[in-house]
């Protein structure tokens, strides 16, 4: 199946409008992050007539601020989920299908400095390899240590005097997590559905007991809007218990979460085209030193978190293991005044009976249906959303609240996908991720007019955000449309008054409004500067 006809989301005025006149809706789909947008997705794949509202901007929260990485988990394997590992490779391996635009193979290298680390990795990503089938990427192998050291020139050669001895060779998929996102809003048009960011649902609206639609409030009018849908689905992330608590004030809470930083430093930290996998740290986290949009980061702690910041600030102790844990895998000693960017997210694990540590607690996706009707997912990770949104919609279908029609998700090309082949772009590179919109993108003013060389950010990519991926601030831009804060936050910051003067232009602003938008990024971007 594929999409239908390219559909450019129309001005905001006339989405508000759409909100009334297209009512009653099918489904209407709480929460534009990855979850959100790919329920949403399937939702309307299936002919549901489909709505999202999203409270911030799509992927403002947990599903910008992944380790760009679509994988089976290593880390998953070692803790014999055999099940979870195997649908996440095959997820993994239709969603480079569907989405190649978005998605490619990476190479990581895992260093050997034990006797036994060789054999123990390689048997190990033999059987990722296996469980991957025919949807695997590419087969692993086994390094000597100048493999190692040619594919991975920056790694340190000894370790607590122990002298690396070899490696191995895995694959798993890497993409742009927040282009994702928006890749998946586009298609939602594609096929007849609508989306809206800044709409914040206020309220939950029951007739005869039945959850049958929300009240929702625009966040950039003041509007006030009540939509009736037969189908309503929380998919917020962290905040699906502020959801479900508006339908039972005294809901216990089903989310326990987990924040993890990551660092971003310059290219030759890493100036391989291959990544590091350090599988087991002193404290036995995963420690992972990745090439991403000509620039390296590295991540990811898993600290708990009692609060839910939309902008979760990075805590100094989780920056200083970063460093400390990198300087000691690295030749070449990654310093706070390397950072030039410091990024935070917080991941929805679910509560497990009884109290423990984070990285006990399930990353797969839980589906719960309330006795008023609403559906709530949360949990999971990037890899997995076409299939938990699968989940959700046949749960819906199977409880009735909806008419059965099958899923058409599993080769669903994404919007862009058709006609993206690497010759219009490299893969990986800033301009790659809009597939087949590229020459559209190239054919508006100011494409050769580079803003932020760090992030590919030019002045026709301003205007396409704004024209057809409903950006509607510099930071929509700089963090989201294009990567600019999460590459190189000082760069962002200086190029935010263009941006705010070009969006003034295409959005119909005034001079106060750019200087409010303005102040408001330097705000936001203060977060993602690391002090030395």
């Known amino acids: 199946m594929t999409t239908s006809a390219t559909v450019t989301p129309p001005s905001r005025e006339r989405l508000l409008t759409q909100l009334d006149s297209a009512q009653p809706w099918d489904v209407i789909v709480i929460g534009g992050g990855a979850t959100g947008l790919g329920t949403a997705v399937d939702a309307a794949a299936r002919g549901y007539r489909t709505l999202l509202i999203e409270a911030a901007d799509f992927a403002k929260g947990t599903s910008s601020r992944a380790t760009k990485l679509v994988h089976g988990g290593v880390r998953y394997l070692a803790q014999g989920n055999i ?11 239709l969603l480079g299908r569907n989405a190649p635009h978005v998605v490619w193979p990476l190479g990581f290298v895992v260093p050997s400095y034990n006797l036994l680390d060789q054999p123990f990795y390689g048997i190990g990503l033999k059987m990722y390899d296996m469980l991957a089938g025919r949807l695997n990427l590419r087969p692993s192998r086994l390094l000597s240590r100048s493999q190692v050291l040619a594919d991975a020139p920056t790694l340190a050669t ?5 002298r690396l001895r070899g490696g191995v060779l895995y694959y798993d998929g890497q ?3 927040a282009r994702l996102a928006t890749t998946l809003m586009r298609t939602l048009f594609d096929l007849g559905g609508v989306a809206v960011n800044y709409m914040s649902v206020t309220g939950l609206n029951q007739s005869n007991g039945r959850i049958d639609g929300v009240t929702a409030r625009d966040g950039l009018s ?18 699906v218990d502020a959801i479900r608590r508006m339908e039972d004030r005294s809901a216990m809470g089903i989310v326990a979460p987990s924040q993890g930083v990551h660092l971003t430093l310059p290219r030759d930290f890493l100036p391989g085209d291959k990544a590091i996998l350090i599988p087991k740290t002193d404290d036995g986290r995963v420690l992972f030193v990745v090439p991403w949009n000509g620039h390296t980061i590295i991540g990811t702690t898993d600290t708990p978190r009692a609060d839910l910041p939309l902008e979760p600030d990075a805590g100094r102790e989780d920056v200083d293991f970063i460093l400390a844990t990198a300087a000691r895998y690295l030749s070449r000693k990654p310093t706070r005044a390397d950072v030039t960017s410091v990024w935070s997210g917080l991941r929805p694990l679910v509560k497990a009976s009884g109290v423990g540590a984070t990285k006990t607690l399930s990353r797969e996706h839980t589906i719960l249906m309330s006795n008023a009707g609403l559906i709530t997912v949360t949990g999971g990770k990037w890899t997995t959303y076409r299939r938990m949104a699968q989940d959700v919609m046949d749960l ?6 909806l008419p059965h029609a099958p899923c058409r998700t599993e080769s669903l090309p994404l919007h862009g996908a058709p006609g993206a082949p690497a010759s219009l772009a490299q893969p990986g590179t800033p301009d790659a991720y809009y597939g087949s919109d590229l020459p559209q993108l190239r054919a508006l003013p100011g494409a050769d007019r580079m803003l932020v060389a760090a992030s590919g950010l030019s002045e026709a990519h301003v205007r396409f955000a704004a024209r057809f991926e409903l950006a509607r601030s510099p930071e929509d831009v700089l963090a989201r449309r294009n990567r600019a804060l999460f590459l190189d936050s000082a760069a962002a910051l200086r190029a935010a008054p263009e941006v705010a003067r070009i969006l003034a232009e295409e959005l119909d602003h005034d001079a106060a409004w750019q200087r409010r938008a303005v102040a408001d990024f330097e705000h936001t971007a203060q977060q ?4 030395a």
């Open 528 to 531: 993602y500067r690391l002090a």
């Open 158 to 162: 000894a370790i607590d005097g122990h």
């Open 83 to 93: 099940s979870l590992v195997r649908e996440a490779l095959h997820e993994r391996g």
């Open 175 to 177: 993409f742009d997590d």
């Open 222 to 239: 003041g509007t006030t809007f009540v939509l009736n849908a037969k189908c309503v689905i929380n998919a917020t992330g962290v905040w």
């Open 396 to 401: 819906a279908a199977r409880e009735h609240i």
